[in-house]
């Protein structure tokens, strides 16, 4: 058996570049929220201390307002999340009088060593270093997008989804979305979205945003793209939070400043002062941001796309698609060494060496007519290529994956690592909770809805990208986003 990861080597940031910037990561797995968020703070507090103490005397100065990116489980109570976000700015003390914060509730946070706990808080947090006077500084501008940016919810609209007229929303969406004339799929429906004046006037060089940092409801497509099209040579990290209506009646826990909202995208925009942007001669590959499928293996080789129609795949070069799936199920279920569930996917991508993919759930099928119906809101185009995938037990690949993201993790005290990750619930393991576990170099959370990324445009070619596109979603479960960030 073999696991499934997509690379992309990424040059976000140089050492001299780093030098200048402040990145802490704090993770708290103490069943109180309360203490967590005190962990949490003690531990930005004490590395800004130290950090101040290290320089000379002429170099120290007042810390410049910072941001925190927070993700929070939902095992607290409804309560304690909603006040956390003032919590953690009074236990910040004066560092936290003026900075913006933002963030989601998740299922899991990740702890060291790839681990995962139920209850947990995971912040990361970023501040210029103010001893930096040149232009090379980054910036981290605070936004949110919502419905009333003009985002339309096409995920609740999607062709081959049932719907409850009574316990959905179905009908109110299909009659308020806006499609480009002579369309009527889901895929062709036209962005309106506005970007908020934080994110339009006040950007006055695009190319001078290089990460964003993303919290968001199921609805992040349409952001995600205009974000990509606006911002070409941004990376977009986001993760997908998840549904709370048991835990407060909001059907998200959005959190930002001052309000807790039910839907949208929030998040922080990095953008380097004064519009400059690093020489691409001096970008190396001493970040990564990887994707990886530990719980999938392949049955099939890859496919060429000989027919399609929307998200459905109606035939490949052998044939009829749904035929040559069940052809190769029946196949590894002969030569099967280890046991799989019932749960398919497949691996779109524009070349048969699968550089440029994305994998996705097949939905339906129906063998008479011979179509596949894969999960994604997104045209699949003729000439593509696919290669079926089916989900196995992952108990012993969840193991060499945690080995992978500890030797990661242990390469360099000076690196921060973000994860985010999709919860499978049909594969999960019952470990010890750790308490009381405070650690500085990992940052991230799982959910069941996943996770949004994105590569920019200056490290990557943008001819004919998976669906015309830089973001992907991805909510295959038991899959894993790892992105560091460090100092070589």
Known sequence: MHSVARRVSVSLFNSAYLRRQLWIAATSTSPSLTTAVQQCATHIQTVLHNQSNAKPSPEKHQQSPGSCFILVSQSYSARDV?????????????????????????????????????????????????????????QAIPFYIGDMHGRQRLREAAVGRWHNSITDRFNDH??????????????????????????????????????ILMAADRESRQVADVLDSHFPMAYKLGIVGSQTPFLNGREYTILGDDEVRSSGVIGFA?????????????????????????????ISDTLQIKRS???VVLEVENGEAARTLIANIRKRQIDAGSAFDNRLFARISTNNDNSDSAVLQVTGGDPAKGGLAIDTTRDIEQGYF????????????????????GQM??????????????????????????QNQSVASVFGGVTEGGFVYGGGSLHTERARKLFSGQVFECAVPGSTLEFTLGIH
């Open 82 to 138: 909603e006040q956390m976000v003032s919590r953690l700015r009074n236990q910040l003390g004066n560092i936290g009088t003026n900075m913006r914060i933002a963030g989601t509730a998740v299922d899991q946070v990740f702890s060291e060593g790839g681990n995962t706990s139920k209850s947990g808080l995971s912040v990361l947090y970023h501040a210029t270093d103010p001893s930096s006077n040149d232009s090379g500084s980054l």
């Open 409 to 434: 993790s242990a390469r360099s005290s000076g690196e921060i690592h973000i994860m985010f990750g999709a919860q499978d619930h049909q594969n999960e393991t019952t470990q010890d909770e750790p």
């Open 174 to 211: 299909r009659s308020r979305i806006r499609w480009i004339d002579g369309h009527s799929s889901v895929t062709q429906a036209a962005s309106h979205i506005q970007l908020p004046p934080e994110l339009g006037d006040a950007v006055a060089n695009p190319s001078s945003v290089e990460l």
């Open 309 to 311: 129609k929307g998200n």
């Open 270 to 298: 990095f953008v380097r002062s004064r519009g400059k942007t690093v020489p691409a001669s001096t970008h190396d590959a001493t970040n990564c941001l990887r994707v990886r499928y530990p719980n999938l293996e392949a």
């Open 386 to 405: 696919i290669q079926f995938m089916m989900a196995t037990d992952s108990r012993q690949l969840d193991l060499a994956s945690r080995d992978d993201f």
